[in-house]
């Protein structure tokens, strides 16, 4: 049986998440089954606890890990470390997989070779991200978010709950859950703003 | 295009944490395939998704999860001449339908992966009546959570009266209307709360088409008997 146990810490620093990134490059490239392995290593538990908390059973929850790690490996040329941190690629795989299975769905996105595609041409758009370096930030400010603040936060992206069910979850009124969020929000958002 | 109204934050969180209606999925992402903006603050919560996984609990897989899934791997890739790279989807949608004005070239791919196959532009759409200068076309919905169509009106029509439970947007697709909060053109997005009782008006000389998304059947005060609802689907 396995169990819940708490996290081992993620990417501390940017170096640590271009890592992340850089196996997933090697996986497109080369096939490489080294970098598969360390990929596998840290990211398929997190994505097995986040399929338990929508689907709360573990056997469920490692095959659907196990699952959304063969897409990292089918997928990974369409990997772009310019858009997106390995963190936040994979989460999109876990949410995608979560919907097709659980709502029987795709979800539904923004297709990029859409002719219909209006891309951002003022000036501020050529700035390039460092997607690592903002995930790690992202990160940071996550965790030091007010514990009131994270759970709504967390709740959010781990169960399949509306607002006034996480209300109920947390027993406080829905408009403490719409004010702790839009908190969260404004202060992730002003984290990042004050870095960059 | 201009856009000067947006889906909220709580909306594109929602969008990224994928705890939306199919039928209000479909209308984010037709917008943020117009609107940069939306598509950078959905990237910003999509790594906000991220963060989440990796400060989150984690659970251990079972002892032998790597080899299983490499075996799987390599049987795959032994079988690979097959299919192995998913490509992009390849659906055309037609390019360059003539502008006229203020419409939004054709049909972005969200939207037009739901319509029938010979609908290029907004145009083909085969519209039915609902009302003296008011057409609509329902889409096939996909889940039975939440409704989504598209309406038609006429220059100087109002979209009828009507209130909503639940969680309301409209995504403007040719034309301009004027309602309680503003001015709405191709490319923005009503996104409105519960309770909000609003008349839309197509207020230039050109005809005005949105999409709008519920996650509730829409009721409509005026206009249409109570009763004739069932039978349109409302
Ligand atoms: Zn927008």
Same mark, same amino acid.
């Given at each position: 049986m396995s169990g819940t146990t708490r996290?081992?810490?993620?990417?501390?620093d940017p170096a640590e998440a271009k890592r992340c990134a850089s196996w997933i490059v090697a996986v497109a490239a080369t096939q490489d089954r080294e970098a598969f392995a360390q990929l596998f290593a840290h990211f398929a538990p997190r994505v097995k606890a986040y399929m338990f908390r929508f689907g709360g059973n573990s056997e469920n929850a490692e095959e659907l890990a196990q699952e959304a790690m063969m897409q990292v490996w089918r997928k990974?040329? @369409?990997? !772009?470390p310019q858009k997106a941190a390995a963190s936040t690629w994979i989460f999109t795989i876990a949410r995608n997989l979560r919907i097709d299975r659980f709502r029987q769905r795709k979800h539904i996105e923004v297709d990029d070779?859409?002719?219909t595609l209006i891309i951002d041409d003022s000036? @501020?758009? !050529?700035?390039?991200?460092d997607r690592d370096e903002h995930a790690v930030l992202v990160k940071s400010a996550m965790e030091e978010l007010p514990a009131d603040q994270k759970v709504v936060v967390e709740l959010s992206f781990?169960?399949?709950?509306s607002h006034s069910e996480i209300a109920e979850q947390l027993d406080i009124p829905l408009g403490t859950v719409k004010s702790r969020l839009r908190l969260a929000l404004t202060k992730l958002r002003g984290g990042l703003e004050g870095v960059s | 295009m201009n856009i000067k109204h947006h889906p909220t934050d709580q909306t594109l969180m929602d969008y990224a944490s994928g705890k939306m209606s199919q039928a209000m999925e479909l209308l984010v992402a037709t917008h943020m395939t117009l609107c940069p903006k939306c598509r950078e603050k959905v990237a910003e919560f999509e790594a906000l998704g991220g963060a989440a996984l990796e400060t989150a609990n984690v659970m251990s897989m079972d002892a032998h999860a790597l080899d299983h899934v490499m075996a799987m791997i390599e049987r795959e890739t032994a079988n690979e001449?097959?299919?192995f790279r998913e490509m992009p989807s390849t659906r055309r949608v037609a390019v360059g339908?003539?502008?006229?004005?203020?419409?939004?070239?054709s049909v972005p791919r969200p939207l037009a992966n739901l319509?029938?196959?010979?609908?290029?532009?907004?145009?083909d759409i085969p519209w039915k009546s609902l009302a003296p200068g008011v057409k609509h076309y329902q889409l096939?919905?996909?889940?039975?959570?939440g409704t989504v169509r598209l309406m038609k009106i006429a220059p100087g029509?109002?979209?009828?009266?009507h209130g909503h439970h639940g969680h309301e947007m409209t995504l403007l697709l040719k034309g301009s209307y004027i309602d309680e909060i503003g001015r709405f053109r191709a490319?923005?997005?009503?996104d409105l709360g519960n309770d909000v009782d609003h008349q839309p008006i197509a207020d230039t000389a050109e005809e005005c088409i949105c999409l709008i998304a519920t996650d509730a059947p829409m009721k409509f005060?005026?206009?249409?008997?109570?009763?004739?609802q069932p039978f349109i689907g409302i």
């Open positions: 996290t081992r810490p993620g990417p501390a990974a040329h @369409l990997f !772009d070779s859409d002719p000036p @501020l758009a !050529d700035e390039i991200v781990f169960e399949d709950l | 001449n097959v299919v339908e003539s502008i006229t004005g203020s419409a939004i070239p319509l029938p196959d010979n609908v290029l532009s907004l145009e096939k919905s996909i889940e039975s959570k029509v109002s979209i009828p009266d490319g923005d997005v009503a005060n005026r206009l249409l008997p109570k009763l004739l």
